[in-house]
Structures are given as C-alpha cells and as structure tokens.
C-alpha cells in the first residue's frame, strides 16, 4: 500500500510590517524577524544563546493553529546572530511555543478535552490560516502577491483555494518595547502557499546551474542526474550512476524546491522534512515532549532563501545554515492556566555548499 502523503505548505516572503502592530493583528500573523509577539495570556519568550550569553534574534513566528482545536497557537524560531555563534548548533537557536484558549476561562475544562481528543489530521486542515483565525477582531485585509511567480500564475483561482495569504494589518498601536542591544531583523509577512499548485511552474533551469556548480567542486558526475524528471508521489528513480548517499540526499533536495526557489518555510504537520544533508541519529532519537512526555513529529523547516533575507535592522547581524528542522510535542499539550512558552526541538542542517544559495 502506497505511503498517504501530507500536504506541504510553503511560506514565502511578503509585505513588510510597518509600525508596530498590536493586538490579535499581531499574534495571529506569521513573520520573519521583529520582535516576538505575545498570545494574551502568556508572556512573549526572551530567550539567550547558552554559548555566548547573548539574546537570540527572532528568526520566524509562525501562528498555526490546529483545525478544531480552541486554541490560538504561536511558534517562534530564535537564533544567535553573533558572528563566533554562526556553527554554534541547537546551543545558538531555540523554539519555543505558546498557547491559549479562545474561549471563556469557565470552558477550559472542556476545551482541554476536546484537544486532547483531536486526531492528527486534523492538523494542517486550515495550516494555510497562519495569519487569522480570530473571533476577537476582524480579519485583516488580503490580498494576492507571488512575486516572480505571479504571471504564470494568473490563471489559477487562488482566492478560492488559499486563505491568508498577505497580512495588511491596519491597527498600529504603541511601540513594543524594545530592550537595549536586543538583535532584531527587519520583519516581513510571511504569505503561504500550497506546494501542490507550483508544479506546474517548475522551471529546472537555475537548480541545474547550482548543481553544476557544484559538480565542479566536489568532482561528482551529475548529468544523468540532471535527466531525471520531478519525483512522483514519492517514488523516484535514479540512473544506475554511482554517487555518495550525501550527494543523492543534495539532489532530491534541489530538485524538491525547484518549483518555488523562493520558499523560506516548508509546513507539513507530522509530514516528512525534506533532507539537505543525511540525517543522523538526531533525526530518529529525538527527545520527548519535556512537559507530558509525549513524542515529538515534525512541524516544520526554515530553508535556506531565507538566510539573504535576514536583514538586521541594528548591529550588522546575520546568520548561517542550510535548514532548520522543527520538531514539536504531537500532543501539543497544554496544561490549564499556564502562562509561559514551552520549548520545543530543532535539529540544525549547514549547507553542504553554501555559496550556491548566495
């Protein structure tokens, strides 16, 4: 029997955010850089580099709320930007996640059942809502931006078939507080996107120049590799030419985000990350959930278009990696009443050959 496979859905940079936002116009949209939003009833994470003690520069929020469940849901991806910090590993980047109850304090009992009750499909039912679910305060206004993609994509209704694509939040509010030497990076909507609705854009052009480039420094013999066609549901097939299982590995990752070269975040709640280099034993010993004991699937992964974007808005800060893989509690446990973030798992993947994402 074929494996299901889960819908992946892609993140892409958009609008800049202008202001300060406050209010669930904040917290309910998903971004790059900026400041950490806080859910009403939990307090916003400050995390520090455990190698050199510094703040961690926010990297990603991502809200993702689960289809069903009453519960707000907000994911942030921290990172150090100090320069000696860039190898620093999961020492130098953090996630953490925040919850609370849409619904009125007396239901929470319920509330907690019901989510302790929701099957995993459930999860990713409405993931392309990252930027609004709320019933506390109209939704933003939307529109339609896919950059370079946007003319071959005129044809295709993706009113209909996507939500929440840009965030226009139009409630400007006080300016958060920002603590002094606090690392920011100049913050930007993330937009979404289903990876399904790309594949009939796949130009394979600039994934085969990079693997050229990189034929020529590792010395790996690639043009058969390069007649392959786009995986099928999985099952693709490679010409009987022997390369490393590192080199396989790099490939089916290129050929992958050929079709949207752009995407700075893969989602796939309990889907399958996609691999720049091989996995390790990180990947199948992964630590349990640290508040019910429960196991970690992953969430979702940070790509690599996403290091040029990463402007620092103060102190010439940058950081460095290939991808970044969020694993987090399958429960996503909750307890009744608390009030801080909870710190979830990330395995670090450097780029096997970074100049060819410059």
């Given at each position: 029997m074929a494996a299901i496979l889960k819908r992946v859905l892609l993140g892409l940079r958009d609008a800049p955010v202008h202001g300060s936002p406050t209010g669930p116009g904040a917290w309910t949209a998903s971004k790059l850089g900026g400041i950490p939003d806080a859910l009403p009833t939990v307090a916003a994470p400050r995390p520090v580099c455990q190698r050199c003690g510094q703040p961690l520069a926010l990297v990603v929020q991502v809200y993702c709320p689960l289809e069903g469940s009453p519960f707000h849901r907000l994911l942030h991806v921290f990172a150090c930007a100090c320069p000696g910090c860039s190898t620093g590993g999961a020492r130098s980047w953090k996630v953490f996640r925040?919850?609370?109850?849409?619904?009125?304090?007396?239901?929470?009992?319920?509330?907690?059942?019901?989510?302790?009750?929701?099957?995993?499909?459930?999860?990713?039912?409405?993931?392309?809502?990252?930027?609004?679910?709320?019933?506390e305060a109209p939704s933003p206004q939307l529109t339609l931006d896919f950059g370079n993609d946007a003319s071959s994509a005129k044809d295709v209704d993706w009113t209909a078939r996507l939500q929440d694509l840009r965030l226009q939040d139009a409630v400007l509010g006080a300016a958060h507080p920002v603590p002094p030497g606090l690392p920011l990076f100049l913050p930007y909507y993330i937009c979404v996107a289903d990876e399904d609705d790309y594949r009939d854009f796949v130009n394979l052009d600039h994934a085969h120049s990079l693997l050229r480039d990189y034929q020529q420094r590792e010395g790996i013999a690639m043009d058969q590799l390069l007649s392959q066609s786009l995986p099928n549901d999985g099952d693709e097939k490679y010409e009987k030419t022997i390369i490393k299982s590192g080199d396989q590995t790099f490939y089916k990752f290129m050929k992958r985000i050929a079709?949207?070269?752009?995407?700075?975040?893969?989602?796939?709640?309990?889907?399958?990350?996609?691999?720049?280099?091989?996995?390790?034993?990180?990947?199948?010993?992964?630590?349990?959930?640290?508040q019910c004991g429960g196991q970690r699937i992953f969430e979702f992964q940070l790509m690599p278009a996403l290091v040029s974007m990463l402007k620092s808005a103060n102190l010439g800060l940058s950081v460095e990696f290939g991808t970044i893989l969020v694993y987090t509690c399958e429960k996503s446990c909750w307890p009744p009443n608390h009030q801080t973030p909870m710190e979830e798992f990330c395995i670090i993947q450097e780029d096997p050959d970074e100049l060819l994402f410059k």
């Amino acid at each position: 029997m074929a494996a299901i496979l889960k819908r992946v859905l892609l993140g892409l940079r958009d609008a800049p955010v202008h202001g300060s936002p406050t209010g669930p116009g904040a917290w309910t949209a998903s971004k790059l850089g900026g400041i950490p939003d806080a859910l009403p009833t939990v307090a916003a994470p400050r995390p520090v580099c455990q190698r050199c003690g510094q703040p961690l520069a926010l990297v990603v929020q991502v809200y993702c709320p689960l289809e069903g469940s009453p519960f707000h849901r907000l994911l942030h991806v921290f990172a150090c930007a100090c320069p000696g910090c860039s190898t620093g590993g999961a020492r130098s980047w953090k996630v953490f996640r925040s919850q609370c109850l849409q619904v009125p304090e007396r239901e929470a009992q319920d509330a907690q059942k019901q989510e302790n009750s929701l099957a995993a499909e459930d999860w990713c039912e409405g993931a392309d809502d990252w930027g609004s679910d709320t019933e506390e305060a109209p939704s933003p206004q939307l529109t339609l931006d896919f950059g370079n993609d946007a003319s071959s994509a005129k044809d295709v209704d993706w009113t209909a078939r996507l939500q929440d694509l840009r965030l226009q939040d139009a409630v400007l509010g006080a300016a958060h507080p920002v603590p002094p030497g606090l690392p920011l990076f100049l913050p930007y909507y993330i937009c979404v996107a289903d990876e399904d609705d790309y594949r009939d854009f796949v130009n394979l052009d600039h994934a085969h120049s990079l693997l050229r480039d990189y034929q020529q420094r590792e010395g790996i013999a690639m043009d058969q590799l390069l007649s392959q066609s786009l995986p099928n549901d999985g099952d693709e097939k490679y010409e009987k030419t022997i390369i490393k299982s590192g080199d396989q590995t790099f490939y089916k990752f290129m050929k992958r985000i050929a079709a949207c070269q752009e995407q700075i975040l893969r989602y796939s709640w309990s889907g399958e990350p996609l691999f720049l280099t091989c996995p390790t034993s990180e990947v199948t010993e992964l630590p349990a959930c640290s508040q019910c004991g429960g196991q970690r699937i992953f969430e979702f992964q940070l790509m690599p278009a996403l290091v040029s974007m990463l402007k620092s808005a103060n102190l010439g800060l940058s950081v460095e990696f290939g991808t970044i893989l969020v694993y987090t509690c399958e429960k996503s446990c909750w307890p009744p009443n608390h009030q801080t973030p909870m710190e979830e798992f990330c395995i670090i993947q450097e780029d096997p050959d970074e100049l060819l994402f410059k």
